[in-house]
């Protein structure tokens, strides 16, 4: 059985797997709070590693990266210096990939940035099982050694698989298996604010 038979089939299976149909509970948080959340972090950031000086913040794909450049701008108007930012792509690094055997090519700098003896802050939207965040902290250690690795979410959702808790968050809203967390950026949505929704019965 060839790649393209293996694409095609999962293709056709996701094409005759009906979308699963959502019910909007409430808004969790409105573009305000979610702008206020972010300047308290980055005070907590600040704080914690006692200033900016060796920062670097880096967003996972795909809502780490606003939310890592928005950081970066407070955080460097509270330390009045620019900080480091950049992105890591861990599509290729989690370990439900059906071909088990392809290792990604990791690209030297793909980051943005040296990454090795620095304070590296991880960044994604919603904390839920953890094993997003075991991919990224692979693929980040890939690209070199940070002194440390930090992670913070906006939201902790709870129902962990791995051993991995966030070290800012920006809040935490324990959920239901059938509960889903949305959140929408003005930089890939179009729109700011965070949604509870659950799967339809």
Request: charged share 30%; glycine share 8%; no cysteine.
């Amino acid at each position: 059985m060839t790649d393209d038979t293996v694409k095609t089939k999962a293709g056709e299976e996701s094409a005759a797997k009906p979308k699963p149909k959502l019910r909007e509970k409430g808004r969790l948080m409105s573009a305000s709070e979610i702008e206020r959340t972010l300047v308290r972090l980055a005070h907590e950031i600040v704080e914690r590693n006692n200033g900016g000086q060796n920062l670097g913040l880096v967003g996972i794909k795909r809502r780490g990266v606003p939310l890592a450049e928005r950081l970066a701008k407070l955080i460097s108007k509270i330390e009045k210096h620019p900080i480091d930012t950049g992105v890591l792509d861990i599509s290729f690094y989690r370990d439900d990939l059906s071909t088990r055997d392809v290792r990604p090519v990791v690209t030297p700098g793909a980051i943005g940035f040296d990454v090795n003896g620095r304070d590296i802050v991880l960044m994604d939207d919603v904390l839920y099982t953890g094993r997003t965040i075991r991919a990224a902290l692979d693929a980040l250690f890939a690209h070199g050694r940070p002194k440390s690795v930090q992670l913070l979410v906006l939201i902790d959702r709870g129902h962990r698989e791995l051993p991995i808790q966030a070290t800012f968050v920006g809040r935490l809203i324990p959920t239901s298996w059938r509960e889903i967390i949305e959140v929408k950026l003005n930089e890939i949505d179009g729109q700011e604010e965070v949604l509870l929704v659950e799967l339809a019965d």
